[in-house]
């Protein structure tokens, strides 16, 4: 689908979320072939006390289950902190999982030995909010795009040297960019080298962690139409970690919304909008503007903070700010279940 500038959502007027900055994008893909299977998955730093014993543990990622179907875009939201960042590196062995499961092709990817997880690696790939973090500034661009492929032994010099340039164009830079440095480019174009850098090993998956968090609205417009281009051409499949709604609700095929380390939410994107069945979710939404001034929207503002992850709230971790919180909720932690076709939710109010 190609958007050739940010466009104003349609008038809903039905009662579900509407966004302000981006429309909703259209479901695709008929083959539901399952790309990644991510069971039970948990990661807890170790918090060690003053003389080096470890004592408590912060549960950045906690029992983590959802799957991503290929070809489509998976978009994971939450407020800063909640653990979609961390569950993103973690699902690419970035940082050490503590518990569960990743299948990659029928394969448990936690349980390969590091050389043989090195031959997967080049299937999944990962674009971060800062590129220039990635990139080595005294080195050219184009060994910087390069080195994925040296790394994984692909191609002769020369061979690699003409795939740079080929995902130079792709991306949409100029075929100079080669021979020139990190510091020389705004913040749009290193996203764009950053995106080079990771479709040049032709991976099948790709994690995108908050890829335009940083960028001016217009800009962002570009790099998300760049996105949808290069998925369509290339194939891929996005796990697209942010926390702006209207720029997830834009790309992403399906939503998952966590909370603390869980997962709270997930269904279609059109679903969670208009039926949103978890308090936090509810929340999340009603802080989007309605493109509509006319339309009046109630914002639910919660209570408090977020809790510690190193000591969350027990039974539904929520129940400290929910505005429907009842004893039962302070005592059991509550189930994922599917509530409609696709649409899970983690909550004993839940209907
Ligand atoms: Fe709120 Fe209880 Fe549902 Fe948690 S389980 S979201 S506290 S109603």
């Known amino acids: 689908m190609q958007h050739e500038a940010l466009k104003l959502d349609s008038d809903h007027g039905n009662g579900s979320y509407g966004t302000a900055a981006f429309e909703a994008r259209p479901i695709i893909g008929n083959a539901r072939e399952k790309l990644l299977d991510i069971k039970g998955i948990k990661k807890y730093f170790p918090v060690k006390n003053t003389i080096g014993v470890t004592k408590k543990y912060v549960k950045a990622v906690d029992d983590v289950t959802f799957h991503l179907y290929e070809g489509e875009t998976y978009g994971l939201v939450g407020e ?128 995108c962690d908050e890829p335009v968090s940083a960028l001016d609205v217009s800009i962002q417009s570009q790099i998300i139409n760049l996105l949808e281009d290069l998925q369509e051409e290339f194939g891929l499949t996005y796990l697209f970690v942010a926390h702006d709604l209207s720029v997830v609700r834009h790309i992403s095929d399906r939503i998952g919304v966590m909370y603390l380390g869980k997962m709270v939410e997930e269904a279609e994107t059109d679903e969670l909008f208009a039926n949103p069945l978890h308090p936090y979710t509810k929340a999340l939404l009603s802080s989007i503007p309605h493109p509509n001034p006319k339309i009046k929207q109630e914002k639910i503002i919660l209570k408090g903070e977020i809790p510690s992850p190193i000591n969350p709230p027990s039974g539904c971790n929520f129940h400290t700010r929910c505005p429907l919180a009842t004893d039962i909720c302070k005592q059991a932690v509550p189930k994922r279940v599917e509530k409609r076709p696709g649409h899970f939710v983690a909550c004993h109010l839940a209907e």
């Open 80 to 207: 800063s902190g909640c653990g979609k960042s961390t569950l993103g590196r973690t699902i690419l062995r970035l940082t050490d999982p503590t518990d569960g499961e990743v299948f990659f092709g029928g394969t448990d990817i936690f349980k390969l030995s590091n050389s043989e997880f090195r031959k997967q690696r080049q299937n999944l790939q990962m674009v971060f909010q800062d590129p220039y973090s990635s990139l080595n500034p005294r080195k050219r661009i184009g060994d910087s795009i390069a080195e994925p492929m040296v790394i994984h032994n692909i191609g002769t010099s020369q061979e690699r040297m003409e795939r740079v340039f080929d995902i130079l164009e792709k991306v949409g830079l100029h075929a100079d960019t080669y021979y020139r440095f990190p510091h020389e480019f705004s913040g749009g174009q290193r996203q764009r080298i950053g995106l080079a850098r990771a479709l040049v090993v032709n991976p099948k998956l790709v994690i």
